[in-house]
């Protein structure tokens, strides 16, 4: 199975800062990475696809890049609903795994 | 709109059967990819199956070989989880999910049932 680790596994950070979460995959994915945010008691929502496509709705602050093994989710400019967990995925390879999340903290 | 409504949790004892239902609307129903995915009380997400568009072919976790079928019915616009021989570690949320990638295997998941509760306990 692929292993996908994320860090920092939480983070505390104020309105308007910029943020970024790194997932590091056990094996070469090319791009097959999504990037999701969840909240308490709800469904996750689909931010990023293919590593650094913006799902349809999402605000431009949301960003994705990388390739390979190494890939990263950034907010450029926290806003309040941005406070909530964040999961990687990988579909290159069954089974699809999930990052352990990482847990965005108001400071 | 897109939705997908679960339905068929609940409580099971060890060992149990159950079978949870996801019931689409809002798109063409056969173009995509659909997969059950789970969370455990206060834990992450766990990809549980996931099957094709048309042909109906099925992935598994390792976890769930063996116990769980996952099938699918285009006329109905219905997905379906059965779930046999339960255990604890079973207990979670589970979520029907859509790929977002029309006849293709997806890159992401992009709508979401509101999740149904399974818990397995003596």
């Known amino acids: 199975d692929i292993q996908m680790t994320q860090s920092p596994s939480s983070v505390s950070a104020s309105e308007g800062d910029r943020v970024t979460i790194t997932c590091r995959a056990s094996?070469?994915?090319?791009?097959?990475l999504a990037w999701y945010q969840q909240k308490p008691g709800k469904a996750p929502k689909l931010l990023i696809y293919?590593?650094?496509s913006l799902q349809s709705g999402v605000p431009s602050r949301f960003s994705g890049s990388g390739s390979g093994t190494e890939f990263t989710l950034t907010i450029s400019s926290l806003q309040p609903d941005d406070f909530a967990t964040y999961y990687c995925?990988?579909?290159?390879?069954?089974?699809?795994?999930f990052g352990q999340g990482t847990r965005l903290e108001i400071k | 709109q897109v939705q997908l409504v679960e339905s068929g949790g609940g409580l099971v004892k060890p060992g149990g059967s159950l079978r949870l239902s996801c019931a689409a609307s809002?798109?063409?129903?056969?173009?995509?990819?659909m997969t059950w995915i789970r969370q455990a009380p206060g834990k992450g997400l766990e990809f549980v199956s996931l099957?094709?568009?048309?042909?109906?072919?099925?992935r598994y976790a390792d976890s769930v070989k063996g116990r769980f079928t996952m099938s699918r019915d285009n006329t109905k616009y219905s997905v379906y989880l059965q779930m046999n021989s339960l255990r604890a570690v079973d207990t979670g949320v589970y979520f029907c999910?859509?790929?977002?990638?029309?006849?293709?295997?997806?890159?992401?998941?992009?709508?979401w049932g509101q999740g149904n509760l399974v818990t397995v306990f003596s």
């Open positions: 809002g798109f063409t129903f056969s173009d995509y990819y």
């Open positions: 999910a859509r790929g977002r990638d029309r006849h293709l295997p997806p890159r992401g998941f992009d709508y």
């Open positions: 995925q990988q579909s290159h390879s069954f089974p699809i795994t």
């Open positions: 094996q070469n994915i090319n791009n097959w």
């Open positions: 099957i094709t568009h048309s042909e109906g072919n099925v």
């Open positions: 293919a590593a650094s």
